[in-house]
């Protein structure tokens, strides 16, 4: 692989709500999506993900760890997905799967995953680009690189107590600061969609946050997330035949 594309992209488009600017105006850290910067892509192709074996998901294990420093904290937990992109199915040996996902949990506050469906999926997740503006969507920006459309979203939600633990529901971001920041879940999700098919993503999420730095300072690795879905070795890995 001699060729190394450009990083700058060949177009950018950037979407972030009205009420999501209140928030970071008024933080000191700017969430950063529409800025960051991509690595360069070093594959030299336009791959689409294939099916999963068990060699693509010690691949997706490394990279978690080698890019995501502070996934390192946390235990490592590999998933294969069954067709459905839901049910947990076991993996080894030649048997392949169409999606999957790898998780760092770090205490009670914060997780790291990364996820990938092959082109063949039925679960490859949305369409490349920024999705339509939705209430708890707080920013958004979207651009090509010579690895495929990258999409970064930064997303608030709050808990749900009376729907069972764990769950959370959409809130606007002009209502966050009425929120107990203990019921805070903010996200940052890093999307490659691959020119051929298929989708690597990467995603921190932050359970409760200290108040004044509600979604701006939450985060501690989005650049390594941007990183992470760019990997060369994860991208030759998935792309294989």
């Given at each position: 692989m001699s060729e190394i594309p450009s990083p700058r992209s060949a177009s950018t488009s950037s979407r972030l709500s009205g009420a999501g600017l209140l928030i970071l105006a008024a933080s000191l850290v700017i969430a950063g999506v529409a800025t960051t910067e991509a690595q360069p892509s070093r594959t030299g192709t336009r791959p689409q993900v294939v099916a999963l074996d068990s060699h693509g998901l010690d691949a997706m294990a490394a990279a978690l760890v080698d890019d995501v420093r502070s996934a390192r904290m946390g235990r490592l937990r590999v998933v294969a997905l069954a067709d459905d992109g839901v049910s947990h199915v076991p993996q080894s040996g030649d048997a392949r799967v169409q999606s999957a996902f790898v998780l760092s949990r770090i205490g009670n506050n914060r997780e790291f995953r990364l996820y990938?469906?092959?082109?063949?999926?039925?679960?490859?997740?949305?369409?490349?680009?920024?999705?339509?503006?939705?209430?708890?969507?707080?920013?958004c920006s979207e651009r090509e690189t010579g690895d495929g459309v990258e999409v970064i979203e930064t997303w608030v939600s709050v808990?749900?107590?009376?729907?069972?633990?764990?769950?959370?529901?959409?809130?606007?971001?002009?209502?966050?600061?009425?929120?107990?920041?203990?019921?805070?879940?903010?996200?940052?999700?890093?999307?490659?969609?691959?020119?051929?098919?298929?989708?690597?993503?990467?995603?921190?999420?932050?359970?409760?946050?200290?108040?004044?730095?509600?979604?701006?300072?939450?985060?501690?690795?989005?650049?390594?997330?941007?990183?992470?879905?760019?990997?060369?070795t994860l991208l030759t890995s998935l792309t294989a035949s």
């Open positions: 990938v469906a092959s082109a063949a999926s039925r679960n490859d997740g949305p369409s490349a680009g920024c999705p339509d503006a939705t209430t708890s969507l707080v920013a808990a749900l107590p009376e729907a069972g633990p764990g769950k959370y529901t959409a809130i606007a971001p002009v209502d966050v600061g009425a929120a107990p920041a203990e019921d805070l879940r903010v996200e940052r999700v890093v999307r490659l969609f691959l020119p051929g098919g298929g989708m690597v993503s990467a995603r921190e999420t932050v359970f409760g946050v200290e108040s004044g730095n509600v979604v701006a300072a939450a985060f501690v690795e989005s650049g390594s997330l941007v990183e992470l879905v760019h990997d060369p």
